[in-house]
């Protein structure tokens, strides 16, 4: 559901490591996914999406995994640098209309 | 591809005034445009939507507004804000339901808006 009143969750990686961010969806009948990054201050910017016939795309340096079966998806960051620092969204659309359905969102902390 | 202006940045306004927040958007016709508040440190809380002129649906009741005056044109407003106001407010567009294209959604560079 949406994230209105939780604070959110914090992800500390090293630079360079690989980062996992995951996500639980709530209706098993969306069928696109999508992974923002929004950074201090600014809008959400589109990463990567998904649509539910498949279970994994890849873009430049960064992966979606998609596991209908357990409502989860995930985002990969690989070789994670300083300018990934920001929230990361996952989001589904839920009822095939206007609208889409923003996750918790995840904060990602890069430590040198 | 499309571009969304937001105006203006930021905005100090004391409780009890009016607010008038607009969203633009360029390179693009018939979009579904959206209005969003994300608290400091939270997630995002989808205000209202509207797939056309005149033609608003709101999603959680509270003392603000939208209208689309024109196609590519949304505008957020109150009459009396509140202290709870505060947030970051984001405009979006998509062309969910048009064949060809995604639910993704675009947002502008959002305005913050701080009620004292």
């Given at each position: 559901g949406e994230s209105v009143g939780l604070h959110l969750p914090t992800l500390s990686v090293q630079e360079g490591d690989n980062s996992i961010i995951n996500c639980a969806y709530s209706n098993s009948a969306s069928d696109y996914f999508i992974w923002y990054k929004q950074e201090s201050g600014k809008g959400p910017q589109f990463i990567i999406d998904i649509r539910s016939n498949m279970d994994k795309r890849q873009g430049q340096r960064v992966t979606v995994l998609l596991n209908k079966t357990v409502k989860h998806l995930s985002l990969q960051i690989a070789a994670t640098q300083p300018g990934d620092s920001a929230v990361y969204f996952c989001a589904e659309t839920p009822n095939r209309d206007d609208k889409i359905i923003f996750g918790k969102g995840t904060r990602l902390h890069i430590l040198p | 591809s499309q571009t969304i202006h937001q105006w203006p940045a930021t905005l100090v306004q004391p409780v009890g005034?009016?607010?008038?927040?607009?969203?633009?958007?360029?390179?693009?016709?018939?979009?579904?445009?959206?209005?969003?508040?994300?608290?400091?440190?939270?997630?995002?809380?989808?205000?209202?939507?509207?797939?056309?002129?005149?033609?608003?649906?709101?999603?959680?009741?509270?003392?603000?507004?939208?209208?689309r005056p024109q196609d590519r044109q949304f505008i957020l407003s109150s009459k009396k804000l509140l202290l709870s106001d505060s947030g970051f407010y984001l405009c979006a567009c998509s062309h969910a339901g048009i064949p060809g294209y995604t639910y993704e959604q675009y947002f502008g560079p959002g305005t913050r808006l701080t009620v004292t």
């Open positions: - | 005034s009016p607010l008038s927040l607009e969203c633009t958007v360029e390179g693009t016709s018939n979009p579904n445009l959206y209005w969003y508040r994300q608290a400091a440190g939270r997630g995002l809380q989808l205000l209202f939507y509207s797939v056309g002129i005149g033609q608003i649906s709101s999603e959680v009741p509270q003392n603000l507004s939208a209208s």
